[in-house]
């Protein structure tokens, strides 16, 4: 068994490294009532920076953190941090929550009581859920990729986990962000034994396969979408070299 129990506890000098960095940040100066059209807002970055300097307590976070059952297993090879809490009731549902970029496992954590034991948050006959919050390889406490274009091996990687290493036979997964695009491929690759999948937004590059005969709502969102990258979507221009490595249709 390769699954070990995990705890979080981040080494004081690094947290003084970063209360250093911090106070050496020199802000540039913005635009006049710019605000968000230029990129971060000068005024709001320097407020959050303040923030973490003199009122985020780490260790305070950290140990609530670490009120939920955290573990790494090694799966061909990379290590994968994840929560594990099994649901309350009886037949409990596996279910697989997968982030995007660029937040964390740590999206889910308020939903995680209210999946395993959704009667004790008002639900009148609520199914159970047993959670399973993995930190997407290169996130969080997960190992980094050491290779171009392993983001879509992460389904594979995440099937294993829930199968061979925990020993679900079927599963239900939710993705957001990239997490979507990670469920997907789970999907197309493991249907058999994905019970159903749930996605926040359907994955961007969808867009560049248009249907021959859109319907008119359909019509309006790729309008839209085509205007995005223009807009709100330079760091995707940035890195649309990685577009190389998508699989076909």
């Known amino acids: 068994m390769t699954i070990q129990p995990f705890r979080i506890e981040v080494a004081g000098p690094l947290l003084d490294d970063l ?7 020199r802000f540039a100066p913005g635009m006049a009532g710019a605000g968000w ?3 971060t807002s000068p005024s709001y970055l320097e407020d959050l920076c303040a923030y973490w300097r003199r009122d985020f307590d780490w260790r305070k976070q950290e140990a609530y953190l670490n009120t939920f059952r955290q573990f790494r297993a090694e799966v061909d090879g990379v290590g994968i941090h994840f929560i594990r809490e099994k649901g309350k009731g009886e037949d409990s549902i596996p279910l697989l929550l997968l982030h995007g970029w660029p937040d964390s496992f740590v999206r889910f954590l308020k939903m995680i009581p209210r999946l395993t034991d959704a009667a004790a948050h008002g639900a009148d006959i609520p199914p ?3 959670v399973v919050v993995p930190s997407l390889p290169g996130f969080g406490f997960s190992d980094r990729p050491t290779k171009q274009g392993s983001t879509f091996a992460f389904g594979d990687l995440l099937h ?6 925990l020993g679900y036979r079927r599963f239900a997964v939710h ?3 990239w997490g979507s695009t990670v469920a997907e491929q789970m999907a197309r690759s493991h249907a058999r034994d994905i019970i159903g999948i749930h ?3 359907v994955p961007f590059f969808h867009m560049y396969q248009k249907p021959n005969n859109p319907s008119r709502a359909e019509a ?8 995005f990258p223009q807009t709100e979507g330079a760091y995707a221009l940035i890195h649309r070299r990685g577009l190389k490595h998508w699989p076909a249709a």
Request: aromatic content about 10%.
């Open 37 to 39: 059209d230029y990129g």
């Open 175 to 177: 993705g957001g962000d």
């Open 220 to 227: 309006a969102y790729l309008r839209k979408m085509e205007q």
């Open 19 to 25: 209360q250093e960095r911090l106070k050496r940040t």
């Open 128 to 130: 159970s859920f047993d």
């Open 160 to 165: 294993k986990l829930m199968v061979e290493e």
């Open 199 to 201: 996605l926040t937004d």
